[in-house]
């Protein structure tokens, strides 16, 4: 058994409309029962869209309809809600325990998956509670593998410290990365993790708060053009090229090829059948950053295609996500 938990419940972007879904989709075809657990109490403690419950669940059925515009069918995973299992006095059996087998030091080491930078002071008693509670949504749903973004480790190896103690099945743990925002690495100011890699990873991810630097999955084509031209993309370079992340963790996930658009004079269009050497051929310098830009503009169009024909075939949903946005 597998789960995605639901993350910042606002407008999904692609970091986690495309990189989850594609997990999922694997998960679900090598035969987990995958649950796509829509924390809603987990978002209220977290203040999300003003910790006004209606507008949280309303955003969760917008997720929903997301999941299956990008091809997770209702049929093939289990929504779950956390307000459904927190009715259940054994859960908060479990948070307690979780909390008296731990620290404080080691659940606040476990607070970043808020989005909470570690050196705050200044904290609502009630965001401890969430680490446990994270943890104990992993026991209490049984799972043999918690699946999430690679900034949500900590309170998953919390889990696996916490089931040692306790006696209770350790759950394996898969990670998604965390898909870096169009304006590419940030100066990193805060401190999210320990690990300076994973620090920089989480700082630069793609944020809906910053709407340039990220791409919504019912973008418009032009939408699309226009960001990822914006973007940034050093020639040559691999690291902290968010461009070549969204070949690697979104095209080439979603399909076996990709079709650089070059320029006649310059050898003409070229088809690439996996990432790897495509990667080789631009650190050689046989791909413009232009035309890299362009073709995987080109591929996210079509990939998103379905989402943005779902939503224009039923608007109620994404039109409510808009309005909160707006009135936040």
Request: net charge neutral; aromatic share 8%.
């Amino acid at each position: 058994m597998s789960r995605e938990p639901s993350r910042s419940p606002r407008i999904m972007h692609i970091g986690m409309g495309l990189v989850c879904t594609s997990k999922i989709k694997d998960m679900t075809k090598a035969g987990f029962h995958f649950i796509v657990f829509l924390a809603d109490w987990h978002s209220w403690i977290n203040n999300k869209l003003g910790g006004d419950m209606e507008k949280i669940h309303t955003c969760g059925e917008y997720i929903k309809q997301c999941f299956t515009a990008l091809g997770v069918t209702p049929v093939s995973v289990e929504y779950l809600w956390a307000s459904d299992i927190a009715k259940d006095i054994e859960y908060w059996e479990k948070v307690i325990r979780i909390a008296k087998g731990a620290s404080l030091q080691r659940t606040w080491r476990a607070l970043p998956i808020m989005g909470r930078e570690m050196s705050m002071t200044d904290v609502e008693t009630a965001w401890v509670y969430y680490p446990c509670m994270q943890s104990a949504d992993i026991f209490h749903m049984d799972l043999d593998v918690a699946c999430a973004g690679i900034d949500q480790r900590k309170a998953h190896m919390l889990a696996r410290d916490v089931a040692e103690k306790l006696g209770w099945k350790k759950p394996s743990c898969v990670h998604t990365h965390l898909l870096m925002g169009l304006q590419g690495p940030e100066t990193v100011e805060k401190e999210f993790d320990e690990n300076a890699d994973l620090n920089i990873q989480i700082s630069s991810k793609m944020s809906k708060s910053i709407p340039k630097s990220c791409i919504f999955v019912h973008d418009t084509p032009d939408d699309i053009k226009t960001k990822i031209k914006e973007a940034y993309c050093p020639p040559k370079q691999v690291k902290g090229n968010p461009i070549l992340e969204l070949s690697k963790y979104v095209v080439f996930a979603e399909r076996e090829n990709l079709e650089i658009p070059r320029p006649t004079k310059y050898g003409g269009p070229e088809n690439f059948e996996n990432y790897e050497k495509m990667e080789r051929a631009y650190v050689e310098g046989k791909i413009h950053p232009l035309d890299l830009k362009n073709g995987v503009t080109e591929a996210l169009i079509e990939i998103l295609k379905p989402v943005r024909e779902h939503f224009h075939r039923h608007p109620q949903l994404l039109e409510k996500m808009m309005e909160i946005e707006v009135t936040r």
